[in-house]
C-alpha cells in the first residue's frame, strides 16, 4: 500500500488518501515527517476531530518527540524542538477574532527556520501567512479523506518527497 495513490505507472499521483483509522492518520504525520524541511508552513484544515492534532501526533513521534501531543486550543501554539528544526504546532480555533493573531504576537514564529503546522488557520485570516502545502481531512464513512494542496514549489517538493512506507 502506498501513502499517496499512484498511477500504475507512478509517474504521476493524485494527492489522496483514505485513512481507515486513528492509526493510519499518525502514519501519514510519520510520511509527512521525513519529507519535511526548515520553514515549511503547513495548514492542516477539516472541520472538528477531522484528525488534524492525530496527524501532528503520529509526524512529532516519527521525529523523536516521546511525550504528550497536547492541542494548542487554549495556549494557541505549542512548540517542540526536535533534532533537525523546531517546529510550531498552532490552533486558532478559540479566536473570536482575527486580529489576536497579531495581539498574540504569532508573526513572529513564522518566517524563520522553523516549522509551522497550523490548524484552523482560517480564524486567523488574513494575517497568519499563506502555507506552502495545504492538508485537508474530511470525515468519510468511519474513516478520513485526506487530500493535500500544494500551494507552490516548496510545497510542491514536499509532497514529491513523501515516500512509500518500505
Ligand atoms: N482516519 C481516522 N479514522 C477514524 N477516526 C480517526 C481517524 N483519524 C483520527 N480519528 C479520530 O478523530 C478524533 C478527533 O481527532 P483530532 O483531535 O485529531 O481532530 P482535530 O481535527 O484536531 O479536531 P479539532 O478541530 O477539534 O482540533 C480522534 O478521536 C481520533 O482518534
Ligand atoms: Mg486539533
Not at 8 to 28: G, H, I, K, Q, R
Request: aromatic share 10%; with cysteine; hydrophobic share 40%.
Amino acid at each position: 500500500m502506498s501513502v499517496l495513490n499512484h498511477d500504475a505507472d507512478d509517474s504521476a499521483f493524485a494527492p489522496e488518501v483514505y485513512l481507515a483509522d486513528e492509526t493510519a492518520t499518525e502514519a501519514f504525520g510519520a510520511a509527512l515527517a521525513g519529507a519535511l524541511e526548515a520553514g515549511l508552513v503547513i495548514w492542516l484544515t477539516g472541520e472538528l476531530g477531522a484528525g488534524k492534532t492525530t496527524l501532528t501526533r503520529g509526524l512529532l513521534r516519527a521525529l523523536g518527540h516521546e511525550g504528550n501531543v497536547k492541542s494548542p486550543t487554549y495556549t494557541l501554539v505549542e512548540p517542540y524542538a526536535i533534532s533537525r528544526f523546531s517546529l510550531y504546532h498552532f490552533d486558532f480555533y478559540r479566536f473570536n477574532s482575527s486580529e489576536e493573531f497579531l495581539d498574540a504576537g504569532l508573526e513572529e514564529y513564522f518566517g524563520t527556520t522553523g516549522v509551522c503546522l497550523v490548524e484552523w488557520a482560517e480564524k486567523a485570516a488574513p494575517y497568519v501567512p499563506q502555507p506552502d502545502l495545504e492538508v485537508r481531512l474530511e470525515v468519510s464513512g468511519a474513516g478520513r479523506m485526506l487530500r493535500c494542496q500544494p500551494h507552490n514549489e516548496r510545497g510542491a517538493a514536499c509532497l514529491t518527497r513523501i515516500q512509500k512506507p518500505r
